[in-house]
């Protein structure tokens, strides 16, 4: 397939005047040709086609395609049947009235290519550079970061169905890359027996000594097919095969293979206590999704996916806002162009272990790389730390965020000797407690890869003290403090100072607006289910996602500015959300 670069095509005559008939005030799709038409362009995907073969369609064309697909939540092939039934759709693409589309096996190519050439944010790349020609986005304004959960598009497995499906896996892809090899390597009939269909909880035996055998015999049929595959004799293709990969590392992840006192091989279940487990973000939870992780925020929520971290710009002129909160309590709405636009300005995808704290310096290099960095950057407490608000302030960025109170036993039980309670002598690198005695150890270590001070009192001068109860528990009977090098320190100090005060906590409200942006994507995108496998694959799908957000958002802005269009059931159901998040 190659790539002829021509762009949008020209809206046929008879098609514009039909469409301007069936929608005499617009819709989002012909707001979208008619306003954003240069975004959708042929030149930033040559990369992904070839110079040679039969053309294909257009990438600019289908990447609109994409935008309003996901605009409106609709699978392959009901967008598929949108270019041919849809009026407003066939004015978006310049087909004509009785143009019979493209198959819907197109767009899935399409995507795939993309990932293939790490093309996944051109889309949302270049309609964020048209907002900032546009003055509508820029850098060193207010902007705010959340995160949520996204959910695997695979089965929740537990451990046993794990080992089960992952032997299944392995084996069908076997089966159709050499099947004359495994006919050979292996009781094709009793396997097919035992992996014919999906390995199923409800199939299970209920009794814990069958299910025990049972996952033996799992570990078992998963090292006699791994110990054929690396065979000599076997092709050393099957060993590139991502289902045997796969397989090999959930076997090493859930079984042991020991001797017994005989001398006969055992293999058996690990067990999490005794034989240990791999880490979380290591863990597979998934032959068919190599980057799905388990993981658990709080008491109430546990899932298996991904994590999707979104910014939006969220800048009002103070007049503006408070004239727009009069009307809004006068039961009216907001004026003409009184509010501006809100868009989102990075959308960052992780595995579903990765912490909040990580994601924050990814987050803002990105926006500082599309000239984009905020001058507030306002976020909830998981994503700060002393050095990275340190960091972000040497780059111009301020970030609102309440920080971790201190963590010790007397600070979080509001009693005794907290760590704000010990005086530091900087220059003398000693400590002085509140009963008047001076430290006896000062001791700059490495602490999980970051600089760290650990400073130790005496025991002569703890063990006989009259508030040793109120200062320390331990054995040893002395206290001993960690701190941060010292402009950490203080800058921490003053932070958590600042953030108790009443006009930290009305500036901070500002960030409460991300919430009702996070609403609206699970309204009109699905963004919390993931639609494909893998990392790549979720990530280009919330690129995407967020690229259909702001094109909504962008129709909201200019249907207040005295032309609106007569709203698409997506746009419809987002000016509430527009309204209220703005």
Not at 2 to 15: F, K, N
Not at 208 to 231: C, P, S, Y
Not at 494 to 501: P, V
Not at 551 to 576: F, K
């Amino acid at each position: 397939m190659s790539l002829q670069v021509r762009g949008l095509p020209e809206i046929p005559a008879d098609t514009v005047r039909v469409a301007r008939s069936a929608f005499p005030q617009g819709s989002l799709a012909m707001s979208v040709r008619d306003r954003l038409g240069e975004v959708f362009a042929d030149e930033p995907f040559a990369g992904a086609f070839g110079v040679r073969g039969a053309p294909g369609l257009s990438p600019a064309l289908l990447s609109l395609v994409t935008v309003l697909q996901f605009a409106e939540d609709l699978t392959d092939r009901q967008a598929a049947a949108m270019a041919v039934r849809a009026i407003d759709w066939k004015y978006a693409m310049g087909m004509e009235l009785g143009a019979t589309g493209f198959d819907d096996s197109v767009l899935a190519r399409f995507r795939a290519r993309l990932v293939e050439h790490g093309m996944e944010r051109v889309v949302f790349d270049r309609l964020l550079d048209w907002c900032r020609g546009q003055g509508l986005v820029g850098a060193g304004g207010k902007q705010r970061t959340d995160s949520t959960h996204v959910i695997s598009a695979v089965r929740d497995l537990n451990r046993l169905e794990l080992a089960g499906e992952s032997v299944r896996a392995a084996l069908e892809a076997l089966a159709v890359v050499a099947p004359a090899w495994l006919a050979q390597a292996v009781n094709v009939p009793e396997l097919a027996l035992r992996y014919g269909e999906r390995v199923n909880g409800w199939k299970i035996p209920s009794s814990q000594v069958k299910r025990e055998r049972l996952a033996t015999v799992f570990g078992q049929d998963a090292v006699a097919l791994l110990r054929a595959v690396w065979a000599p004799t076997a092709p050393p293709v099957l060993r590139t095969l991502e289902p045997v990969a796969l397989l090999r590392r959930i076997t090493v992840q859930t079984y042991l293979v020991a001797t017994d006192t005989r001398g006969r091989e055992v293999i058996r279940k690990r067990e999490a206590d005794s034989d240990g487990v791999p880490p979380g973000h290591t863990r597979l939870a998934s032959p068919y999704d190599p980057d799905a992780r388990w993981a658990a925020k709080g008491e109430d929520l546990f899932w298996c996916g991904y994590k999707i971290h979104l910014t939006e710009s969220c800048d009002a002129p103070p007049e503006a806002e408070a004239e727009a909160e009069a009307e809004a309590e006068a039961g009216g709405e907001p004026s003409p162009g009184r509010l501006p636009v809100r868009l989102i300005t990075d959308v960052y995808t992780t595995d579903a272990t990765v912490p909040d704290v990580n994601a924050t310096a990814p987050v803002q290099e990105n926006l500082a790389t599309r000239g984009l960095a905020p001058g507030e950057h306002y976020l909830d407490a998981g994503y700060p730390s002393a050095a990275l608000v340190r960091a972000a302030s040497e780059q111009g960025i301020t970030m609102v965020t309440p920080l971790r109170p201190d963590t010790s036993p007397q600070a979080r039980a509001d009693t005794g000797y907290a760590k704000d309670a010990f005086r530091i002598d900087w220059k003398a690198r000693q400590v002085r407690c509140p009963e008047g005695r001076t430290s006896s150890g000062w001791y700059p270590v490495r602490q999980h890869g970051h600089d760290a001070i650990v400073v130790d009192l005496a025991r002569s001068d703890c063990r006989p003290c009259p508030a040793r109860e109120q200062c320390t528990a331990s054995r040893r009977g002395t206290r001993m403090l960690t701190l941060q090098p010292r402009e950490l320190h203080q800058a921490l100090t003053a932070a958590r100072t600042e953030q108790k005060t009443d006009t930290w906590q009305a500036k901070y409200a500002l960030r409460a607006g991300i919430e009702g942006t996070i609403n609206q994507a699970l309204d009109v995108t699905g963004i919390r289910r993931a639609r494909y496998r893998g990392l790549p694959k979720v990530r280009l799908q919330h690129a995407f996602s967020a690229a259909a957000l702001n094109v909504i958002r962008l129709d909201a802005h200019w249907s207040t500015e005295g032309t609106p269009p007569a709203l698409s059931r997506a746009s419809r159901l987002t000016h509430l959300s527009y309204r209220l998040t703005a």
